[in-house]
């Protein structure tokens, strides 16, 4: 399985990242037993997140923007990067509180890590179901997975339409045969609904489809440094 993570070079907004990968140093901020859970393999440096960047020929500080999905670990474990800078962190209130609230009471320790839900960083909580972040960049709220969970549509103008979905759909497989995660689905009604969102969003757009660990998906697309335009 893999963790993605989405750069995208604006024409006005600039450099923005969807999502941030588990973090340099996780497998001390996870601690046991998470580090046997999700063994770390076929690792290379160059799948750091910098490092990833630096392919692109930019530089992590040249990142003007963060949108997150959401906040479990694999995911926000990257925001390290950002913490006591003025890069503003794009999350669903929803979400946001949710994860909080998870650290401060420890009910979901395990998903959410106190390592990177900071008050330094520069958290830019949005409301609603549908939010145009920037021009050609749509995130939609699709509960399920947890309660404040958004995937990315990014409309493309030669490349067409791309959906990136986090956690909403682990592996294609969720996405083909509309079956959630099991437990990893949280609140199933709430997936449900968003599942049959999605697969309307996906028809109406014919967009092409990146689900939130799915190596078979992401064998099939460009990866850093090739791009879509």
Same mark, same amino acid.
């Given at each position: 399985?893999v963790?993605?993570s989405?750069?995208?070079?604006?024409?006005?907004?600039?450099?923005?990242? +969807?999502e941030t990968?588990?973090?340099?140093d996780?497998?001390?901020?996870w601690?046991a037993p998470?580090?046997?859970i999700?063994?770390r393999?076929?690792?290379?440096?160059?799948?750091e997140l910098?490092?990833?960047i630096a392919?692109?020929?930019?530089?992590?500080k040249?990142?003007?923007?963060?949108?997150m999905? &959401?906040?479990?670990?694999d995911?926000a474990?990257?925001?390290?990067?950002?913490?006591?800078?003025?890069?503003p962190i794009?999350v669903h209130?929803?979400?946001l509180?949710?994860a909080f609230y998870?650290?401060a009471?420890?009910?979901?320790l395990?998903?959410?890590?106190?390592?990177?839900?900071? +008050?330094?960083?520069?958290?830019?909580?949005?409301?609603?179901?549908f939010?145009?972040i920037?021009?050609?960049i749509?995130?939609?709220?699709a509960?399920g997975?947890?309660?404040g969970?958004?995937?990315?549509q990014?409309?493309?103008q030669?490349?067409?339409t791309?959906?990136?979905?986090?956690?909403m759909? &682990?592996?294609y497989?969720n +996405?083909d045969?509309?079956?959630?995660?099991?437990?990893l689905?949280?609140?199933?009604d709430?997936w449900?609904?968003?599942?049959?969102?999605i697969?309307?969003l996906?028809k109406?757009?014919?967009?092409k489809?990146? +689900?939130?660990?799915?190596?078979?998906?992401?064998a099939?697309?460009?990866t850093?440094p090739?791009?879509y335009?």
């Amino acid at each position: 399985m893999v963790v993605i993570s989405v750069m995208i070079e604006h024409p006005i907004e600039g450099l923005i990242l +969807f999502e941030t990968g588990c973090g340099k140093d996780y497998p001390e901020a996870w601690g046991a037993p998470l580090n046997d859970i999700f063994a770390r393999v076929d690792y290379t440096e160059d799948q750091e997140l910098d490092m990833a960047i630096a392919k692109c020929g930019k530089n992590i500080k040249d990142v003007k923007m963060v949108i997150m999905g &959401h906040l479990h670990l694999d995911y926000a474990g990257g925001l390290e990067n950002f913490l006591g800078t003025d890069v503003p962190i794009y999350v669903h209130e929803t979400e946001l509180k949710h994860a909080f609230y998870s650290v401060a009471t420890k009910s979901d320790l395990g998903a959410y890590l106190p390592h990177y839900m900071k +008050f330094d960083l520069n958290w830019q909580a949005f409301s609603g179901d549908f939010l145009e972040i920037a021009q050609g960049i749509n995130v939609h709220l699709a509960k399920g997975h947890t309660p404040g969970l958004c995937i990315m549509q990014v409309n493309l103008q030669d490349s067409g339409t791309c959906i990136f979905t986090t956690d909403m759909y &682990h592996v294609y497989e969720n +996405f083909d045969s509309s079956h959630p995660q099991g437990w990893l689905a949280r609140d199933h009604d709430d997936w449900v609904r968003s599942n049959q969102m999605i697969h309307m969003l996906q028809k109406r757009t014919g967009a092409k489809m990146v +689900f939130g660990h799915c190596a078979d998906t992401l064998a099939k697309y460009k990866t850093a440094p090739e791009h879509y335009t």
